[in-house]
């Protein structure tokens, strides 16, 4: 009995304890978020070339915003995105979440105002 009870108590332990122990991500408490126009301006890398997605564009914004003093008037600030390093996550952050394809459409083709919330493991994007 002893050894039936020990291989059920594995057999839940290997089944059922990863899916126990991973939060969903939409568990994740807000670490910030800001709001940001998307202007033309956000389109071009430092170096001059155009950028062609969402999250180089994203990413440019910061920059703009912390690096280079060139904020748009409705740009407000975050406390995440102020070194190189944290921006080169952006990427990332945005790959893993889920923002509406729309959205991060409009982001490319578009100048649109949208704001962001950013989770420890990504970030979601939607119209402000």
Known sequence: MKSQLAIAAIA???VA??????????AQSIVDEYCTRISENDKFASDGYQLSDAASILRQDRAN????AMADDEDQGDNSFASTQA???????????DSDQGILNSIVNRTPFVCVEIYRDYMYVYGG
Not at 65 to 68: A, E, G, I, N, Q
Request: proline share 11%.
């Open 12 to 14: 839940f332990s290997v």
């Open 17 to 26: 304890g990863p899916l126990l122990s991973a939060a969903p991500a939409s």
């Open 65 to 68: 915003f912390h690096k280079f």
């Open 87 to 97: 921006r080169a996550r952006i990427p990332a952050l945005l790959d893993n979440g």
